[in-house]
Protein backbone atom coordinates (compact mmCIF):
# COMPACT_ATOMS: atom_id res chain seq x y z
CA UNK A 1 0.00 0.00 0.00
CA UNK A 2 1.43 3.51 -1.23
CA UNK A 3 0.73 5.81 1.38
CA UNK A 4 1.72 9.55 0.60
CA UNK A 5 1.74 12.56 3.07
CA UNK A 6 0.92 16.34 2.75
CA UNK A 7 1.78 18.98 5.17
CA UNK A 8 -0.88 21.94 4.89
CA UNK A 9 -3.20 24.85 6.45
CA UNK A 10 -6.42 24.23 4.09
CA UNK A 11 -7.56 27.40 5.42
CA UNK A 12 -9.95 26.60 3.89
CA UNK A 13 -9.47 24.31 1.85
CA UNK A 14 -10.16 24.73 -1.75
CA UNK A 15 -9.69 23.61 -6.06
CA UNK A 16 -6.08 24.25 -5.52
CA UNK A 17 -5.75 21.91 -2.83
CA UNK A 18 -8.37 19.51 -4.37
CA UNK A 19 -6.17 19.84 -7.32
CA UNK A 20 -2.97 18.69 -5.61
CA UNK A 21 -4.97 15.38 -3.72
CA UNK A 22 -6.23 14.23 -6.94
CA UNK A 23 -2.29 14.35 -8.90
CA UNK A 24 -1.13 12.33 -5.67
CA UNK A 25 -3.50 9.71 -6.46
CA UNK A 26 -2.74 9.42 -10.31
CA UNK A 27 0.88 9.37 -9.53
CA UNK A 28 0.29 6.01 -7.34
CA UNK A 29 -0.65 7.22 -4.13
CA UNK A 30 -3.43 4.69 -2.65
CA UNK A 31 -3.96 6.38 0.95
CA UNK A 32 -3.12 9.98 1.47
CA UNK A 33 -2.68 11.17 5.07
CA UNK A 34 -2.31 14.94 5.54
CA UNK A 35 -0.65 16.77 8.72
CA UNK A 36 -2.71 20.14 8.93
CA UNK A 37 -2.61 23.18 11.23
CA UNK A 38 -4.56 23.22 13.95
CA UNK A 39 -6.89 26.50 14.87
CA UNK A 40 -3.50 28.84 14.48
CA UNK A 41 -1.21 29.23 11.15
CA UNK A 42 1.92 29.98 10.07
CA UNK A 43 1.05 33.89 9.15
CA UNK A 44 0.82 34.53 12.83
CA UNK A 45 -3.28 34.38 12.61
CA UNK A 46 -6.46 32.23 13.47
CA UNK A 47 -7.59 30.00 10.88
CA UNK A 48 -10.78 31.10 9.63
CA UNK A 49 -12.44 27.90 10.29
CA UNK A 50 -11.74 25.86 13.31
CA UNK A 51 -9.75 22.60 12.53
CA UNK A 52 -11.89 20.14 13.18
CA UNK A 53 -14.25 20.93 9.83
CA UNK A 54 -11.14 21.85 7.91
CA UNK A 55 -10.34 18.12 8.69
CA UNK A 56 -13.92 16.91 8.03
CA UNK A 57 -13.39 18.67 5.09
CA UNK A 58 -10.01 17.79 3.61
CA UNK A 59 -11.02 13.96 4.00
CA UNK A 60 -14.09 15.13 2.34
CA UNK A 61 -12.55 16.27 -0.73
CA UNK A 62 -9.91 13.74 -0.89
CA UNK A 63 -7.75 12.95 1.99
CA UNK A 64 -8.04 10.03 3.95
CA UNK A 65 -6.25 10.80 7.01
CA UNK A 66 -6.18 14.05 8.81
CA UNK A 67 -3.84 14.52 12.02
CA UNK A 68 -3.06 17.99 13.18
CA UNK A 69 0.18 20.03 13.76
CA UNK A 70 0.03 21.31 16.69
CA UNK A 71 0.40 25.34 17.47
CA UNK A 72 3.88 25.31 18.61
CA UNK A 73 4.69 24.19 14.67
CA UNK A 74 1.81 25.22 13.09
CA UNK A 75 2.55 29.18 13.74
CA UNK A 76 6.12 29.56 13.42
CA UNK A 77 8.55 30.38 10.76
CA UNK A 78 8.81 28.02 8.20
CA UNK A 79 11.97 26.15 8.91
CA UNK A 80 10.14 24.92 12.40
CA UNK A 81 6.42 24.55 10.91
CA UNK A 82 8.16 21.84 8.12
CA UNK A 83 10.29 20.27 10.91
CA UNK A 84 6.92 19.72 12.69
CA UNK A 85 4.98 17.97 9.76
CA UNK A 86 7.99 15.83 8.69
CA UNK A 87 8.57 14.89 12.24
CA UNK A 88 4.96 13.79 12.40
CA UNK A 89 4.91 11.60 8.95
CA UNK A 90 8.14 10.09 9.42
CA UNK A 91 6.67 9.27 12.97
CA UNK A 92 3.93 7.12 11.65
CA UNK A 93 6.39 4.97 10.10
CA UNK A 94 3.97 4.20 7.03
CA UNK A 95 4.46 7.08 4.67
CA UNK A 96 6.68 6.54 1.87
CA UNK A 97 6.11 9.63 -0.05
CA UNK A 98 6.13 13.37 0.55
CA UNK A 99 4.08 16.17 -2.00
CA UNK A 100 4.03 19.41 -1.48
CA UNK A 101 2.91 22.16 -4.09
CA UNK A 102 5.69 24.86 -4.94
CA UNK A 103 6.14 27.40 -7.92
CA UNK A 104 9.25 25.32 -9.44
CA UNK A 105 8.94 21.79 -9.32
CA UNK A 106 12.54 21.26 -10.53
CA UNK A 107 13.46 18.91 -7.44
CA UNK A 108 17.05 19.14 -8.20
CA UNK A 109 16.95 23.13 -7.89
CA UNK A 110 15.20 22.64 -4.45
CA UNK A 111 17.57 20.07 -3.78
CA UNK A 112 20.49 22.32 -4.34
CA UNK A 113 18.95 25.02 -2.32
CA UNK A 114 18.49 22.91 0.58
CA UNK A 115 22.44 21.97 0.45
CA UNK A 116 23.08 26.22 0.03
CA UNK A 117 21.22 26.56 3.36
CA UNK A 118 22.52 24.00 5.04
CA UNK A 119 25.91 24.84 4.21
CA UNK A 120 27.72 26.96 7.31
CA UNK A 121 29.32 29.20 5.15
CA UNK A 122 25.79 30.08 4.15
CA UNK A 123 24.91 30.65 7.36
CA UNK A 124 27.41 32.70 8.45
CA UNK A 125 27.06 35.05 5.32
CA UNK A 126 23.23 35.20 6.33
CA UNK A 127 24.11 36.37 10.14
CA UNK A 128 26.73 39.13 8.95
CA UNK A 129 23.37 40.46 6.63
CA UNK A 130 20.90 40.14 9.35
CA UNK A 131 23.66 42.62 11.74
CA UNK A 132 23.86 44.91 8.90
CA UNK A 133 19.94 45.69 9.45
CA UNK A 134 17.79 43.93 6.96
CA UNK A 135 15.19 40.99 7.39
CA UNK A 136 16.18 37.12 7.91
CA UNK A 137 14.61 36.08 4.50
CA UNK A 138 16.34 39.19 2.67
CA UNK A 139 19.88 37.99 3.88
CA UNK A 140 18.96 34.55 3.21
CA UNK A 141 18.15 35.51 -0.65
CA UNK A 142 21.22 37.82 -0.61
CA UNK A 143 23.61 34.79 0.84
CA UNK A 144 22.09 32.71 -2.17
CA UNK A 145 22.54 34.66 -4.80
CA UNK A 146 25.81 35.47 -3.77
CA UNK A 147 26.90 31.96 -3.93
CA UNK A 148 24.47 29.87 -6.14
CA UNK A 149 23.13 32.80 -8.57
CA UNK A 150 20.50 34.90 -9.43
CA UNK A 151 18.22 32.61 -10.62
CA UNK A 152 18.31 29.95 -7.77
CA UNK A 153 18.15 33.14 -5.55
CA UNK A 154 14.78 34.16 -7.12
CA UNK A 155 13.44 30.61 -6.20
CA UNK A 156 13.85 31.87 -2.87
CA UNK A 157 11.25 34.65 -3.32
CA UNK A 158 8.49 32.38 -3.47
CA UNK A 159 6.55 31.14 -0.34
CA UNK A 160 5.56 27.44 -1.37
CA UNK A 161 9.66 27.13 -2.90
CA UNK A 162 10.37 27.88 0.34
CA UNK A 163 8.66 25.27 1.92
CA UNK A 164 9.73 22.75 -0.24
CA UNK A 165 13.35 23.37 0.80
CA UNK A 166 12.79 23.68 4.10
CA UNK A 167 11.21 20.19 3.96
CA UNK A 168 13.76 18.95 2.37
CA UNK A 169 15.97 19.94 5.02
CA UNK A 170 13.78 18.71 7.74
CA UNK A 171 13.75 15.22 6.31
CA UNK A 172 17.66 15.53 6.31
CA UNK A 173 17.57 16.40 10.59
CA UNK A 174 15.52 13.85 11.02
CA UNK A 175 16.41 11.32 9.36
CA UNK A 176 13.44 10.64 6.57
CA UNK A 177 13.67 9.09 4.05
CA UNK A 178 10.63 9.96 1.68
CA UNK A 179 9.99 9.60 -2.12
CA UNK A 180 9.66 13.55 -2.96
CA UNK A 181 7.04 14.48 -5.16
CA UNK A 182 6.42 17.90 -6.09
CA UNK A 183 3.33 19.31 -7.82
CA UNK A 184 3.89 22.97 -9.64
CA UNK A 185 1.15 25.46 -8.21
CA UNK A 186 -1.46 25.56 -11.09
CA UNK A 187 -3.94 28.32 -10.90
CA UNK A 188 -2.66 31.57 -9.44
CA UNK A 189 0.12 32.62 -7.13
CA UNK A 190 0.24 32.18 -3.64
CA UNK A 191 -2.18 35.71 -1.95
CA UNK A 192 -2.76 36.71 -5.33
CA UNK A 193 -5.80 38.88 -5.60
CA UNK A 194 -6.91 37.67 -8.95
CA UNK A 195 -8.39 34.56 -10.34
CA UNK A 196 -8.27 32.32 -13.06
CA UNK A 197 -10.74 30.32 -14.07
CA UNK A 198 -11.72 27.60 -11.24
CA UNK A 199 -8.58 28.42 -8.86
CA UNK A 200 -8.38 31.63 -6.40
CA UNK A 201 -5.89 31.92 -3.52
CA UNK A 202 -6.61 31.01 -0.31
CA UNK A 203 -6.08 34.48 1.38
CA UNK A 204 -8.70 36.18 -1.42
CA UNK A 205 -10.87 33.34 -0.43
CA UNK A 206 -10.72 34.54 3.81
CA UNK A 207 -10.79 38.18 2.49
CA UNK A 208 -14.28 37.62 0.57
CA UNK A 209 -15.46 36.00 3.75
CA UNK A 210 -14.09 38.03 6.33
CA UNK A 211 -16.04 41.24 4.12
CA UNK A 212 -19.39 39.36 4.54
CA UNK A 213 -18.99 39.36 0.40
CA UNK A 214 -20.49 36.28 -1.49
CA UNK A 215 -19.29 32.96 -1.46
CA UNK A 216 -16.62 32.09 -4.23
CA UNK A 217 -18.09 28.68 -4.22
CA UNK A 218 -17.15 27.69 -7.83
CA UNK A 219 -13.47 28.21 -6.74
CA UNK A 220 -14.02 25.60 -3.36
CA UNK A 221 -15.41 21.96 -3.74
CA UNK A 222 -18.38 21.17 -3.19
CA UNK A 223 -18.29 19.83 0.20
CA UNK A 224 -16.13 22.85 1.21
CA UNK A 225 -18.54 24.86 0.65
CA UNK A 226 -21.32 23.27 2.50
CA UNK A 227 -18.92 22.97 5.62
CA UNK A 228 -17.99 27.06 5.48
CA UNK A 229 -21.79 28.17 4.92
CA UNK A 230 -22.73 25.89 7.84
CA UNK A 231 -20.13 27.38 9.90
CA UNK A 232 -21.39 30.80 8.68
CA UNK A 233 -25.14 30.22 9.79
CA UNK A 234 -23.77 29.11 13.15
CA UNK A 235 -21.69 31.87 13.56
CA UNK A 236 -18.19 29.90 13.48
CA UNK A 237 -17.00 31.36 10.21
CA UNK A 238 -14.74 33.78 9.69
CA UNK A 239 -12.86 33.45 12.87
CA UNK A 240 -10.47 36.58 13.18
CA UNK A 241 -7.62 38.01 14.54
CA UNK A 242 -8.91 41.07 15.54
CA UNK A 243 -11.68 40.03 17.36
CA UNK A 244 -8.91 39.05 19.66
CA UNK A 245 -7.61 42.81 20.34
CA UNK A 246 -9.28 43.06 24.08
CA UNK A 247 -7.99 39.77 24.99
CA UNK A 248 -4.10 40.34 23.23
CA UNK A 249 -3.93 43.60 24.52
CA UNK A 250 -4.64 43.17 28.25
CA UNK A 251 -2.04 40.18 28.08
CA UNK A 252 0.62 42.65 27.01
CA UNK A 253 -0.32 45.11 29.56
CA UNK A 254 0.06 42.55 31.99
CA UNK A 255 3.64 41.59 30.99
CA UNK A 256 6.92 43.23 31.35
CA UNK A 257 9.50 43.53 29.09
CA UNK A 258 12.09 40.57 31.22
CA UNK A 259 8.83 38.55 30.48
CA UNK A 260 8.11 38.96 27.15
CA UNK A 261 11.83 38.26 26.56
CA UNK A 262 11.24 34.93 27.08
CA UNK A 263 8.55 34.73 24.20
CA UNK A 264 9.92 32.20 21.45
CA UNK A 265 12.07 33.55 18.44
CA UNK A 266 12.28 36.98 20.50
CA UNK A 267 15.60 39.16 20.37
CA UNK A 268 17.75 42.30 20.12
CA UNK A 269 15.02 43.89 22.65
CA UNK A 270 11.71 43.49 20.60
CA UNK A 271 10.03 42.93 23.57
CA UNK A 272 10.86 46.77 24.82
CA UNK A 273 9.52 48.01 21.47
CA UNK A 274 6.42 45.72 21.88
CA UNK A 275 5.75 46.30 25.61
CA UNK A 276 5.51 49.92 24.85
CA UNK A 277 3.54 49.82 21.97
CA UNK A 278 0.91 48.20 23.86
CA UNK A 279 1.20 50.88 26.49
CA UNK A 280 0.64 53.37 23.67
CA UNK A 281 -1.88 51.32 21.25
CA UNK A 282 -5.96 51.53 21.87
CA UNK A 283 -6.57 49.03 18.69
CA UNK A 284 -4.37 45.95 17.17
CA UNK A 285 -3.49 47.95 14.03
CA UNK A 286 -1.88 50.60 16.05
CA UNK A 287 -0.17 48.06 18.06
CA UNK A 288 1.12 46.55 14.84
CA UNK A 289 1.84 49.81 13.48
CA UNK A 290 4.19 50.34 16.58
CA UNK A 291 6.26 47.50 16.11
CA UNK A 292 7.17 46.86 12.76
CA UNK A 293 9.78 47.53 10.42
CA UNK A 294 11.82 46.56 7.87
CA UNK A 295 13.83 44.57 9.77
CA UNK A 296 10.81 42.35 11.37
CA UNK A 297 8.67 41.35 9.17
CA UNK A 298 4.33 41.64 10.11
CA UNK A 299 4.33 37.48 10.00
CA UNK A 300 7.03 37.33 12.69
CA UNK A 301 5.34 40.35 14.80
CA UNK A 302 1.83 38.39 14.93
CA UNK A 303 3.42 35.56 15.77
CA UNK A 304 5.00 36.66 18.88
CA UNK A 305 1.99 38.79 20.02
CA UNK A 306 0.01 35.40 19.42
CA UNK A 307 3.11 33.69 21.58
CA UNK A 308 2.08 36.34 24.28
CA UNK A 309 -1.31 35.75 24.42
CA UNK A 310 -1.23 32.09 24.50
CA UNK A 311 1.26 31.81 26.92
CA UNK A 312 4.28 30.40 24.93
CA UNK A 313 7.49 30.43 26.50
CA UNK A 314 10.82 29.36 24.62
CA UNK A 315 11.26 25.97 26.49
CA UNK A 316 7.66 25.02 24.74
CA UNK A 317 9.83 25.49 21.62
CA UNK A 318 12.45 22.33 22.23
CA UNK A 319 10.21 19.56 22.72
CA UNK A 320 8.87 17.52 19.74
CA UNK A 321 5.65 15.90 19.97
CA UNK A 322 4.98 13.15 22.23
CA UNK A 323 1.73 11.64 20.31
CA UNK A 324 -0.13 11.81 16.78
CA UNK A 325 -3.00 13.31 16.96
CA UNK A 326 -5.89 12.40 14.67
CA UNK A 327 -8.70 14.97 13.79
CA UNK A 328 -10.31 13.20 10.89
CA UNK A 329 -10.73 9.85 8.76
CA UNK A 330 -12.35 7.93 6.16
CA UNK A 331 -12.39 4.16 5.95
CA UNK A 332 -9.27 4.14 4.04
CA UNK A 333 -7.53 6.23 7.10
CA UNK A 334 -8.39 3.71 9.27
CA UNK A 335 -6.48 1.02 7.31
CA UNK A 336 -3.25 4.20 7.80
CA UNK A 337 -3.94 3.73 11.36
CA UNK A 338 -4.41 0.09 11.34
CA UNK A 339 -0.45 -0.23 9.78
CA UNK A 340 0.28 2.64 12.08
CA UNK A 341 -0.60 0.43 15.21
CA UNK A 342 3.02 -2.03 13.90
CA UNK A 343 5.01 1.11 12.61
CA UNK A 344 4.28 4.60 14.33
CA UNK A 345 7.00 5.42 16.50
CA UNK A 346 4.63 7.77 18.64
CA UNK A 347 1.31 6.79 20.51
CA UNK A 348 -1.82 7.58 18.47
CA UNK A 349 -4.13 9.83 19.83
CA UNK A 350 -8.38 9.43 18.90
CA UNK A 351 -9.92 11.15 22.02
CA UNK A 352 -8.67 12.88 25.37
CA UNK A 353 -8.67 9.72 27.47
CA UNK A 354 -5.79 8.42 25.27
CA UNK A 355 -3.40 11.33 26.29
CA UNK A 356 -3.82 10.30 30.00
CA UNK A 357 -2.29 7.20 29.67
CA UNK A 358 0.77 8.46 27.87
CA UNK A 359 2.64 10.41 31.36
CA UNK A 360 2.62 14.23 32.99
CA UNK A 361 4.32 15.24 29.48
CA UNK A 362 2.10 14.57 27.47
CA UNK A 363 -0.53 15.53 29.60
CA UNK A 364 0.71 18.99 29.54
CA UNK A 365 1.56 19.22 25.73
CA UNK A 366 -2.39 18.30 24.96
CA UNK A 367 -3.30 21.21 28.17
CA UNK A 368 -0.94 23.64 26.04
CA UNK A 369 -3.00 22.83 22.66
CA UNK A 370 -5.91 23.05 24.61
CA UNK A 371 -5.33 26.14 25.47
CA UNK A 372 -4.73 27.16 22.28
CA UNK A 373 -8.08 25.99 21.30
CA UNK A 374 -10.00 27.88 24.04
CA UNK A 375 -8.80 31.07 23.01
CA UNK A 376 -9.31 30.83 19.54
CA UNK A 377 -13.20 30.13 20.57
CA UNK A 378 -12.79 33.87 21.23
CA UNK A 379 -12.17 34.70 17.38
CA UNK A 380 -15.18 33.18 15.70
CA UNK A 381 -18.11 35.66 15.18
CA UNK A 382 -20.66 33.94 17.97
CA UNK A 383 -18.08 33.37 20.88
CA UNK A 384 -17.35 29.99 21.30
CA UNK A 385 -17.62 27.55 24.30
CA UNK A 386 -14.12 26.07 25.39
CA UNK A 387 -13.13 22.54 26.15
CA UNK A 388 -13.31 21.87 22.24
CA UNK A 389 -10.21 19.72 22.12
CA UNK A 390 -11.25 17.43 25.14
CA UNK A 391 -14.76 16.96 24.16
CA UNK A 392 -14.84 17.02 20.27
CA UNK A 393 -14.06 13.49 18.54
CA UNK A 394 -12.18 11.93 15.31
CA UNK A 395 -14.35 13.37 12.59
CA UNK A 396 -15.41 10.01 11.02
CA UNK A 397 -16.19 10.34 6.95
CA UNK A 398 -18.07 7.17 6.00
Avoid: W
Avoid at 12 to 26: C, E, I, T, V
Avoid at 87 to 116: N, Q, W
Avoid at 363 to 368: D, G, H, R, V, Y
Amino acid sequence: MKIAGVIAEYNPFHNGHQYQLSRMRSCGAERIVAVMSGNFVQRGDVAIQDKFRRARTAVLCGADLVVELPTVFSMAPAERFAYGGIFLLEALGCVDTLSFGCEDDDITALRRLADCLDDPETEKQIAECVRSGISHPAARERAVRAILGAADADRLRRPNNILGIEYIRACRRIGAEFNFLPIRRTGVAHDSTARTGRFMSASEIRRILCSGGPLPDDCLPAAACEMIQSGLQDGTVPARFSRLELPLLYALRRTDPAALALLPDISEGLEVKIYRSAQQATNLEDLLAGIKSKRYPLARIRRLLLYALLGFRSEDFSKNPPFIRVLAANQNGFDILRTAQKTARLPVVTKAADVRKLGPDAEQFFKLESRCDDIYALAAPKTQPGAANYTTGVQIVK
